[in-house]
């Protein structure tokens, strides 16, 4: 079955960037739509991104969009999320997550079947 690692996350300072690498094991991503969640402490799981299974089109959240960007690699089986001018309010653990479909939404959350573990982003003031 289908494994996903996140990898990336870490402590950045108001105004700084970070990428986020989502790795795959057991299947081959270019099969899945692939989304970007976060959550914060406290709070309910939020898409942030997702990309086509061609990588030909792309989905973010109007609190993201303009400063980061998602990108994948199929024949490295990866995918990227760039994050720039990070806030205090991206503060939160990052999931990434396949779903079987082509074509993905950030706001539909239930479609992904499979997900990784979450890598730490702390964006201090």
């Known amino acids: 079955q289908l494994q996903l690692v996140e990898s990336g996350g870490g402590l950045v300072q108001s105004g700084g960037s970070l990428r986020l690498s989502c790795s795959a094991a057991?299947?081959?991503?270019?099969?899945?739509?692939i989304g970007w969640f976060r959550q914060a402490t406290g709070e309910e799981r939020e898409g942030v991104s997702c990309?086509?299974?061609?990588?030909?089109?792309?989905d973010y959240a109007v609190s993201v969009k303009g400063r980061f960007t998602i990108s994948r690699d199929n024949a490295e089986n990866m995918v990227f999320l760039q994050m720039n001018s990070l806030r205090p309010e991206d503060t939160a653990v990052y999931y990434c997550?396949?779903?079987?479909?082509?074509?993905?939404?950030?706001?539909?959350?239930?479609?992904?079947?499979?997900w990784g573990q979450g890598t730490q982003v702390t964006v201090s003031s």
């Open positions: 997550a396949a779903e079987h479909g082509h074509s993905c939404s950030v706001y539909s959350i239930w479609e992904y079947d499979y």
């Open positions: 057991g299947d081959t991503l270019e099969n899945y739509a």
């Open positions: 990309i086509s299974s061609s990588g030909g089109d792309a």
